[in-house]
């Protein structure tokens, strides 16, 4: 590129998903030790670090006539206080009044004409804390580069100060012209496609690694596209959304967690799924609906970011439709059929297929990416979305305060009224659930009923295991 570095296809897809009333960041609200830092000293230590992530002072240029994917380019109007907020709860400061300032706050989309993502410093939490939100658009980072641009921010000692270093003077780069967007698009397209780029290096692995490669995708493939002739079941998680938001959050263990995988010989990720189903199933026979015999299907987004790739900016993302058997009652029988159905899928496939397509979307034009993109919004493929992403298992610190616990965001898609996303850290697994306003008034409950859920199968994992042995 001459000028600026160009929009993935998948991360332009998650731009065309956006709507009215579908807000594509990413985000979470991270509770810490002690007193609140003053306002200016977090943009001091902030401003000191902007260099280690340069586009968050960048932003989107369209390309003209939709000939090419946008563009990040420099922000010459960049101005930090506009991106690092500050706010107070009123008194009492309780948790329940954070998470309704995390709702409102989500429930607003960034502006598409400067960098997207916003950091909230937010006082007054009752206990001597205070809070971070954080939203960054789906399009700039995903969950797994998160972790590794967060620790930028984050330190991993109590008394950082001595490491932190004075902000440097920063020139923005010109602005290209609409002419240049066009020229750079045209030539890019007919000379040196990056994806070309990748063919020619997966070619230079040697043609039995390709071969198999394409084998599998092809199965994938042809995974991924049955899908559309095997929709999700209605379920009144799946309405039509509008643009606000309430977030909650859950707390649980990982030991925890980690003693009922070991003891059912199963995975962390398939016990989330399993208490997951069990707290949506509760929650829809509280209101009177059927669940006999009913399985959910969650969308699961998988990380295809390898070692080499830790800590780049952008997504590298695939997807499994996981099950959820909401009418099982009991919770290991409901463990070993996630198990037993998430082995069935990863035997499938479809995770590869999903990233094969997502690759060869690289060769479309914008215009078919978009009507792609907006194409999905019309299907009803899964009831909603469950990420689990690994986080930090030791502490870190801002400005030498603590943090206590990060309840991740996940966007809601059209059609979709939730989305539950887990981050493991600190010997922690914290889940954050993102509701639709209007659609879920009782999202409480459901997290009451997700603690009920974790609770009763570490309980009867447990109790099975002291049987056993």
Not at 371 to 393: E, H, S
Request: with cysteine; net charge positive; aromatic share 6%.
């Amino acid at each position: 590129m001459t000028h600026g570095t160009r929009l993935t296809a998948l991360d332009h897809s998650f731009l065309e998903l956006e709507g009215r009333t579908t807000h594509m960041h990413v985000g979470g609200c991270a509770i810490f030790d002690g007193p609140a830092p003053a306002y200016q000293e977090l943009v001091d230590a902030v401003a000191g670090r902007l260099d280690m992530v340069p586009r968050y002072r960048q932003r989107l240029l369209p390309v003209p006539f939709g000939q090419g994917r946008p563009v990040w380019v420099d922000d010459p109007q960049f101005r930090l206080p506009f991106h690092l907020r500050h706010t107070a709860l009123p008194a009492p400061g309780s948790e329940a009044q954070l998470r309704r300032l995390a709702g409102r706050i989500f429930s607003q989309a960034l502006d598409r004409g400067r960098p997207l993502w916003e950091l909230w410093l937010v006082e007054g939490l009752t206990g001597d804390r205070f809070a971070l939100i954080s939203k960054t658009h789906h399009a700039l980072i995903d969950g797994v580069s998160g972790v590794d641009i967060a620790s930028v921010i984050f330190d991993t000692a109590p008394n950082p100060e001595s490491s932190a270093p004075p902000a440097r003077p920063w020139a923005p780069r010109p602005l290209p012209s609409a002419a240049q967007l066009l020229a750079d698009a045209l030539i890019e397209r007919g000379t040196k496609p990056a994806e070309a780029v990748q063919t020619l290096s997966a070619l230079a692995t040697g043609p039995r690694a390709l071969v198999g490669r394409l084998g599998a995708s092809i199965g994938g493939l042809g995974s991924v596209g049955w899908m559309g002739f095997d929709p999700a079941p209605r379920s009144p998680f799946n309405v039509p959304i509008g643009p606000h938001r309430r977030f909650s959050w859950v707390d649980a263990s990982l030991a925890d967690f980690q003693r009922v995988k070991r003891a059912r010989q199963t995975t962390i990720n398939d016990v989330i799924l399993t208490v997951v189903a069990g707290a949506l199933g509760a929650h829809m026979r509280s209101h009177g609906l059927d669940t006999d015999g009913l399985v959910l299907r969650a969308l699961v987004p998988v990380s295809v970011r390898d070692g080499s790739q830790r800590g780049a900016l952008g997504n590298r993302l695939a997807a499994m439709r996981a099950p959820l058997p909401v009418g099982v009652i009991d919770p290991l029988v409901r463990l070993s059929t996630v198990a037993e159905a998430m082995a069935s899928v990863k035997r499938s496939g479809q995770a590869v297929g999903a990233q094969a397509l997502t690759e060869l979307a690289g060769f479309a034009s914008p215009t078919l990416v978009a009507q792609a993109a907006r194409l999905q919004t019309r299907q009803r493929l899964f009831n909603l979305v469950v990420t689990n992403v690994p986080g930090p298992q030791q502490p870190l610190y801002l400005l030498g305060r603590q943090m206590l616990a990060i309840y991740p965001l996940v966007p809601l898609a059209a059609n979709t009224a939730l989305g539950i996303a887990v981050l493991s850290y600190n010997g922690r697994l914290d889940f954050g659930l993102n509701g639709d306003f209007d659609q879920l008034p009782d999202l409480e409950e459901l997290a009451d009923e997700l603690s009920r859920s974790i609770r009763e199968i570490v309980q009867v994992a447990s109790t099975a295991a002291a049987v056993a042995s």
